[in-house]
Nanobody, 122 residues
C-alpha cells in the first residue's frame, strides 16, 4: 500500500488546514488509518486514528476538540481537519495504514507514506 499525504503548509496560529492521505490503485477500506506527527528533535507521536468503516475515531489529548479525522467514503482517502492550530502543532505529519483499529503506537501500522510539513506561526 503506497500512501501519500498532502495539504501541509504555513498557517498562522488559530488557522486551519486539512490534510489528505490517499492511495492510488488500491482501496484503503480494509485498513485502520492513523495520523502521526514528528516535530524537530522529538519522537514521532500519535495524533488521530480511525477504524476501517469510519465509525470510530481516536485522538491524542493534545488535539482532541481541534482536529477531526474522517474517511467519508471509507475507500481511498482519509482526512485530518485541523482547526485552531497552535505553534506547537508544527511538525511533519504522516499517515499510516494498519490492521488494528484505534492503534496509537507507530509500530502497529504496517504502511507509511512520506510526510507533509505543517508550520504554524505565532
Amino acid at each position: 500500500v503506497q500512501l501519500q499525504a498532502s495539504g501541509g503548509g504555513l498557517v498562522q496560529a488559530g488557522g486551519s488546514l486539512r490534510l489528505s492521505c490517499a492511495t492510488a490503485g488500491r482501496t484503503l477500506s480494509s485498513y485502520a488509518m492513523g495520523w502521526f506527527r514528528q516535530a524537530p528533535g522529538k519522537d514521532r507521536e500519535f495524533v488521530a486514528a480511525i477504524n476501517w468503516s469510519g465509525g470510530r475515531t481516536y485522538y491524542a489529548n493534545s488535539v482532541e476538540g481541534r482536529f477531526t479525522i474522517s474517511r467519508p467514503n471509507a475507500k481511498n482517502t482519509v482526512y485530518l481537519q485541523m482547526n485552531s492550530l497552535k505553534p506547537e502543532d508544527t511538525a511533519v505529519y504522516y499517515c499510516a495504514a494498519g490492521s488494528n483499529s484505534g492503534a496509537t503506537m507507530a509500530y502497529e501500522y504496517a504502511y507509511w507514506g512520506p510526510g507533509t510539513l505543517v508550520t504554524v506561526s505565532s
